[in-house]
């Protein structure tokens, strides 16, 4: 066997020199295995992992050694950060003792907030919690936005995760879509805004050994969904302009191009109807090679969203591949067809062996992948992942979740919270903030939490105030992972909207919704003393607020609508297009003038 030049790993030499020397010793396996990112799960207490059959993940035997990947996706709920940093450890010192020990590349999903949906976003577990990317467009703060991104590079990299997933630049203009909490709203200028000081607080002014890469989705703009259906799911492939603002869309990622965004990942939907190929975005050359390379200029990494090439199973339900417009061809043809649109690699996706045999049959030129090596591995170099592959197990334990990160959290969970109705009592004052302990009625909210502020009762009827908490509404769908992602109707079901008026009209009530989705609040504006929205906050932090600890700060970041028939006469790719909205973007009262 021919000896191996060691000179890649040469900290002193041009990092473009190192990657030319690397590259030039990979073997096509070695290549093709660069092309996949996918799921891995830590084993428990830190070992690697055996596999997870639920969703159908091999060992990790398999995929480094024997698949020879070294990019990997951490899904499910991290574990305590010492552990999570053992198990990062055990995984590049396995990926060291292949032929060239090539570096782990670890990406996660946000994983700072309160949503838990393995396909989208992760709960916070050992990191610091805030609230969602539409929670921090309430605040419309870049400076806060940045140093939230700098506090999650510094839990990210102190266990080993070094390119994020996000952030999600999409405009939330279909008030149906399950993915708009994890945006900056429907405003083009602030999401623009807020997009690019979220990456300079991941990536720092320019990327380096410190950083967190940053992956921009969903390019050119994933929220003009047909019905608002989401397109992990055949029914939600469609995306439509019937508003003809497909070049609004885009301005956001100009934002994050300016900034200096590693990574970008477009969307699954399928454009219909505006002259472009109808298909999936990765699958189209006009897209990825015409309007983000060459007429944005981007240079970087372009990874697929997941699973766009074999089918698969999760949670025990059949998951086709997201192949919109190209289900007919075969996955070796959906792989030779995101290769000429442009892409560098394919996300969710661990099949190496067709890649090889694209190329082994003449269908793919060797030359094509080294296009795409060279930007994977030179952002490899680039992160000091050869020269620094192993993180601090105790340090780790220090920074993740360090106390002044979860106050930052805290305090900006508090100051998102968004106040819509504050009605006045019969002697003229308020109803909030309300004074420390009244006797409190509870619906959604911890009654522990709730009796540092007051007195937990039972009935309604022995009660000064009720605090109710809900979640916007959301239609179940037949498979398990689907009603993770929460679509149709935005109207609370009869029966809740009964309960809410029945307790309303025992005792004065302060109604608190979580707005992952923009819920239609009209039943409840007329009955209840007090009406909040929030996108991500704990109990601690609504009770704060209601009680004057802290001040509500949020500004609506979208229109909420006043009934679904707005909402379906909404135009879906125009911001603010459902009529006679019941509050409006920007609408936020306060308890001081």
């Known amino acids: 066997m021919t000896s191996i030049d060691t000179r890649f790993r040469d900290a002193s030499l041009p990092i473009d020199r190192r990657v030319e020397i690397l590259l030039g010793q990979l073997t096509l396996v070695e290549k093709a295995g660069l092309f996949f990112q996918t799921m891995m799960l830590p084993g428990p207490d830190g070992t690697l992992s055996p596999g997870n059959p639920a969703f159908g993940l091999p060992s990790t035997e398999e995929y480094v050694h024997v698949r020879a990947m070294n990019h990997f996706n951490l899904l499910g709920a991290a574990p305590e950060a010492g552990e999570l940093a053992r198990w990062h450890n055990r995984l590049q010192e396995y990926a060291a003792s292949t032929r060239l020990g090539i570096p782990v590349t670890l990406s996660t999903d946000p994983r700072h907030t309160y949503a838990d949906n393995p396909g989208a976003a992760l709960a916070s577990g050992s990191f610091s919690a805030w609230p969602e990317p539409l929670g921090l467009a309430a605040l419309r703060d870049e400076a806060l936005v940045e140093r939230f991104g700098d506090i999650a590079r510094q839990e990210y990299t102190a266990v080993g995760i070094r390119l994020a997933l996000h952030p999600q630049v999409d405009l939330a203009t279909e008030p149906r879509w399950s993915r708009q909490v994890q945006t900056f709203g429907e ?114 990494i372009v990874c697929t969203d997941w699973g766009l090439i074999t089918d698969s199973h999760i949670l025990g339900d059949p998951f086709p591949a997201r192949a919109w417009g190209v289900e007919h061809l075969t996955p070796s043809e959906r792989m030779a067809k995101l290769l000429d649109a442009g892409v560098d690699q394919f996300g969710g996706e661990a099949c190496p062996e067709l890649l ?64 819509l109705v504050n009605a006045t009592a019969a002697d003229g004052a308020p109803t909030l903030p309300f004074a420390a302990g009244l006797k409190l009625y509870l619906e959604g909210v911890d009654a522990d939490v709730a009796a540092a502020y007051g007195t937990v009762v039972a ?65 409840f504006v007329d009955a209840v003393a007090a009406l909040i929205v929030n996108f991500g906050a704990s109990d601690d932090a609504l009770l704060d607020v209601l009680t004057g600890a802290a001040e509500p700060q949020g500004r609506l970041p979208i229109d909420l609508p006043r009934s679904m028939a707005a909402v379906a006469a909404n135009r879906p790719d125009v911001p603010f297009d459902t009529a006679d909205p019941l509050f409006r973007f920007g609408d936020g009262l306060r308890y001081r003038p």
């Not at 090889?356 to 490899?380: C, H, I, N, Q, Y």
């Not at 029966?495 to 029945?502: D, M, S």
Request: charged residues 25%; contains cysteine.
């Open 356 to 419: 090889v045999e694209l190329v082994t049959s003449g269908e793919v030129a060797e030359e094509r992948l080294d296009v795409s090596a060279r930007r994977l591995l030179r952002e490899k170099f680039v992160l000091g992942l050869f020269d620094r592959p192993y993180v601090d197990v105790e340090r780790a334990r220090q920074v993740v979740g360090a106390p002044e990160f979860r106050a930052a959290g805290a305090a900006a969970q508090r100051a998102s919270l968004t106040l």
């Open 187 to 300: 405003d083009v200028e602030l999401a623009g805004r807020l997009g690019a000081a979220y990456i300079r607080g991941f990536q720092g002014a320019v990327l380096g050994r410190d950083s967190v890469a940053a992956m921009v989705k969903h390019f050119p703009g994933g929220g003009p969904q047909l019905d608002g259906e989401d397109p992990h799911f055949a029914h939600g492939r469609e995306q439509v302009y019937p508003g003809g603002q497909f070049e609004l869309h885009l301005q956001p990622f100009e934002a994050a191009f300016a900034a200096g965004v590693s990574q970008v990942m477009p969307y699954y939907g399928m454009p219909v109807g505006i002259g472009l190929e109808e298909v999936g975005f990765s699958f189209s050359k006009e897209v990825v090679t015409g309007l983000l390379r060459e007429r944005f200029g981007f240079d970087g």
């Open 459 to 523: 009935d309604p009827a022995e009660a000064d105030l009720a605090v109710l908490r809900l979640q916007a509404p959301w239609e179940e769908r037949p498979t398990a992972f689907e009603n993770f992602f929460h679509s149709g109707s935005l109207d609370f079901p009869p029966e809740v909207v009964a309960r809410v008026l029945e307790v309303a009209a025992e005792v004065p009530t302060v109604l608190d919704v979580f707005c992952d989705r923009p819920a239609i609040l009209t039943p």
